[in-house]
Nanobody
């Protein structure tokens, strides 16, 4: 069982930056693929970024590539999402998620979810 708690959301102007954190419980955190997803009002939950459990391979949605960076600190059981050059269209609730072993981008493939943190980017 893994419990996830996100933090770091807030209101920022376009072009600004935020760093989201996701703290995980569980002794085997290092064996979980960690992903970030987001959901805007009236839209489906969409993949943002993910990082593998082993060598730290990363994968990004095209919409955030070059602006967002996902990283993890297994010693702290924490995964981060550094978001730079934010745009109004990045406004959404951001969720952290976890699954074992294989990196996938489909949210249905993740077993554990945090409660979400709101990110609002003003124009």
């Amino acid at each position: 069982q893994v419990q996830l708690v996100e933090s770091g959301g807030g209101l920022v102007q376009a072009g600004g930056s935020l760093r989201l954190s996701c703290a995980a419980s569980g002794r085997t955190f290092s064996r979980y693929v960690m992903g970030w997803f987001r959901q805007a009002p009236g839209k489906e939950r969409e993949f943002v970024a993910a990082i593998s459990w082993s060598v730290g391979s990363t994968y990004y949605a095209d919409s955030v590539k070059g602006r967002f960076t996902i990283s993890r600190d297994n010693a702290k059981n924490t995964v981060y999402l550094q978001m730079n050059s934010l745009k109004p269209e990045d406004t959404a609730v951001y969720y952290c998620a976890a699954r074992q072993f294989v990196l996938v981008t489909n949210p249905n493939g993740y077993d554990y979810w945090g409660q979400g943190t709101q990110v609002t980017v003003s124009s």
